[in-house]
């Protein structure tokens, strides 16, 4: 793409991801509707904690002031998948806890069973997308395959 092209008045950045964050919804959605995973599939959602709406108990908050990534997998209850995100059970330290999650704050999430990736930059207060800086809590287990198969990276850089 030639570097003098005019900035575009449509916002496909902001489009992409929401037609990405789609995806995550409609694949816990799936869950929801069935009541488990299937097969060995499972879910890695590394998301912002301090996006607006996102609701975790506090010393969850403290443990993670930036961001942390959630494991769905064998130890999961209650989840109710809407149109802007999802609440889920989880046990953290044998404690339970309820998390609800908008789609806009979820900057990753990964099927290791299938070498599934996605990355999203985070949504600012206003709609507007934010940088994705790398989170410094836990890291999945499962690494996604660095060769491309199944992997869907989006990192858009507006001119300015």
Same mark, same amino acid.
């Given at each position: 793409?030639?570097?003098?092209?005019? @900035?575009? +008045?449509?916002?496909?950045?902001?489009?992409?991801?929401?037609?990405l964050r789609a995806v995550v919804g409609r694949v816990l959605g799936e869950v929801e509707?069935?009541?488990? +995973?299937?097969?060995?599939?499972? #879910?890695?959602?590394? $998301?912002?904690?301090?996006?607006?709406?996102v609701d975790i108990p506090r010393h969850l908050t403290e443990?993670?002031? @930036? &961001?942390?990534t959630i494991v769905i997998q064998n130890r999961f209850w @209650? +989840?109710?998948?809407?149109?802007d995100g999802f609440e889920v059970g989880l046990s $953290?330290? %044998?404690?339970?806890a309820r998390l609800v999650i908008p789609f806009s704050a979820i900057t990753g999430f990964v099927d290791p069973a299938?070498?599934?990736? +996605? %990355? #999203?930059q985070a949504q600012a207060e206003d709609g507007s997308l934010q940088a994705h &800086? &790398?989170?410094e809590n836990d890291h999945p287990l499962g690494e996604?395959? &660095?060769d491309g198969s199944n992997v869907v990276a989006v990192d858009f850089k507006r001119k300015k």
């Open positions: 793409m030639p570097s003098d092209a005019p @900035d575009s +008045l449509i916002p496909y950045d902001e489009i992409v991801q929401e037609a509707s069935t009541g488990h +995973l299937p097969g060995e599939h499972h #879910f890695y959602i590394t $998301f912002k904690t301090g996006a607006a709406g443990r993670f002031p @930036d &961001e942390m @209650d +989840l109710k998948v809407g149109g $953290f330290n %044998q404690a339970p299938v070498n599934f990736a +996605l %990355q #999203f &800086e &790398e989170a996604p395959v &660095e």
